[in-house]
């Protein structure tokens, strides 16, 4: 296996085929998010809006919408999963839909993306397949297509946000798996000026 952590340039193809050679699929996004979508379409409008290219058919991508839609009412966006790892966002998010929208619902508009990065979901992991951190890619013609995919669809709602809640958490392996990985990987230099960590 080639050695990342001896590498002292900027990783090439080569580091990032390892390192994703590595990661394995780790829990089913399937069963611990699709399944949960579709059961949340007996009370909202459940849309496919893509798929991501590592795997198509295991990586469905879906929109959730209140019913009501209307541009009278305040929008608001619900997403979790941007870094797939963070599990609290996913499940939270979710349960919010199951649990709390209805209490909502005739107030605002409500559109929910529960995992924006459903491969970081699997693997357990921050980055995408291609050792992009998803949080550092919403711009124009992104290469994170995790980021492209959400950001198409928000902008097919039409509509302006006024509220946008996007889940994260600070997990136990941030010390013992995140940052080695990045610590391995001199000259990471993968960030917007100005953006939140
Ligand atoms: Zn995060």
Redesign the pocket.
């Known amino acids: 296996m080639h050695d990342t952590t001896r590498t002292r340039e900027p990783w090439g193809e080569a580091d990032k085929a390892a390192w994703r050679a590595r990661q394995q699929l780790r829990r089913s996004y399937r069963e611990l998010v699709l399944d949960r979508m579709q059961a949340l379409a007996a009370n909202f409008n459940v849309q496919q809006t893509g798929n991501l290219s590592y795997d198509p058919s295991r990586y469905p991508l879906f929109l959730i919408r209140s019913h009501d839609w209307s541009a009278a009412r305040p929008t608001v966006l619900l997403t979790g999963g941007?870094?797939g790892y963070?599990t609290s966002g996913v499940l939270g998010a979710l349960q919010f839909m199951e649990r709390d929208a209805q209490d909502y619902l005739g107030r605002v508009n409500l559109a929910c993306v529960p995992c924006v990065s459903p491969w970081g979901f699997e693997t357990i992991n921050?980055w995408n397949p291609l050792t992009l951190d998803p949080?550092r890619c919403f711009y124009a013609d992104s290469p994170a297509e995790e980021c492209a995919a959400l950001m198409q669809t928000v902008a097919s709602l039409a509509t302006p946000l006024l509220v946008h809640m996007d889940l994260?958490?600070t997990t136990d392996t941030d010390n013992t798996v995140f940052r080695p990985d990045r610590a391995a990987r001199p000259k990471f230099t993968q960030s917007i000026p100005g953006w939140r960590a």
Do not use: F, L
Request: hydrophobic share 15%; glycine share 0%.
């Open positions: 941007v870094h963070e921050r949080n994260h958490e």
